[in-house]
Every structure is written in structure tokens, then in C-alpha cells.
């Protein structure tokens, strides 16, 4: 699917979380101007400038608002997206999915129905983010035969059984 298939589709995620340190500012600003192309909803988190601050304190209140539905998805950001990804996967219901390329943020997607989107803003370009996070946005899951579904289940599963929810 390439630029063009993506304008043609239409996205029905009326709720996004976004948030950032400031490894990932200055992209978290250019993804929110394509938010708005696309006509994504979204909730920007912070920071509001890129002064230096922790992932932590980020990462945890958009995880927090997608784990108890307040936003159907989140976006985090730091400089190699590892930190924000660790704090994120800590909230019973989200599957944060850190994703490098298009395929990456594809998968997340199909096979594991992943809810929040992480990125590093060291690590990729805007051109590769934007692509990136559009195949995320578009991307639904796919669950033929069960399989992944019945893989997510046991994750539930865990969740319950270690009382996190």
C-alpha cells in the first residue's frame, strides 16, 4: 500500500493518545501534522516543548488512557523507542508494538492486534515514520483460523492470572 491507497482510505479511530521525551519530540510534531492530514483524533500527552524530561512520566499516561479505554490507541516516542515500549507493556489490555520499518508495523497489527504504536525518534526518519505510521493506522487485524487470537488470549490470561487487571 503506498501514499495514495492511503488518502482513498478512511480510518474510523476516533480516539489517539500521543506522547513523547525528548528523544522524540521533534517527531512526535511532524506525526501530529500528519494526524491531522489523515483526520485522526487525536490527544497530545507531551511534552509541549523538547526540554528534557523521563519517558516514564509520558509513557505511563498514555498507556494508562488506551489500558482503560479513554483512547482506542496510543503513539509514544522516545529516542530508540525501548524505554517507552518496557513502560507501556506494564498496563493490563495494551500490546505496545515498537516497529522499525513497515513491515514491523504491519505485523503489529495483523497478528497481534497492537494498540500502541512506538517509535524512535533517533532511530527513523520522517519519511520512513510517516509510512511507518500510516500502515499502522489503516492495518487491521487478521485472524484467520483463531490462531493469533487465541495467542492474545493467553497474554489476557497471564494478565489476570498475575492480577493485573
Not at 516514564?56 to 482506542?72: C, D, H, L, T
Amino acid at each position: 500500500m503506498d501514499s495514495k491507497d492511503y488518502m482513498e482510505k478512511q480510518t474510523d479511530i476516533r480516539r489517539v493518545a500521543i506522547g513523547s521525551d525528548h528523544g522524540g519530540w521533534e517527531l512526535k510534531e511532524h506525526l501530529k501534522k500528519i494526524l491531522k492530514e489523515q483526520g485522526v483524533h487525536f490527544e497530545d500527552f507531551g511534552p509541549s516543548t523538547p526540554e528534557r524530561c523521563d519517558y516514564p512520566a509520558i509513557g505511563i499516561q498514555v498507556a494508562q488512557a488506551v489500558s482503560q479505554g479513554k483512547m482506542e490507541r496510543g503513539i509514544l516516542l522516545c529516542g530508540t523507542g525501548i524505554g517507552m515500549s518496557m513502560v507501556a507493556n506494564k498496563f493490563p489490555g495494551v500490546r505496545a508494538a515498537l516497529c522499525h520499518d513497515i513491515y514491523t508495523a504491519r505485523m503489529s497489527r495483523e497478528h497481534n492486534n497492537a494498540n500502541i504504536l512506538v517509535l524512535g525518534g533517533r532511530i527513523l526518519g520522517k519519511g520512513l515514520a510517516e509510512e511507518i505510521l500510516k500502515t499502522w493506522l489503516y492495518t487491521e487485524f487478521s485472524d484467520t483460523g483463531g490462531r493469533h487470537e487465541r495467542r492474545l488470549s493467553q497474554i489476557s490470561n497471564l494478565e489476570n492470572e498475575l492480577g493485573l487487571v
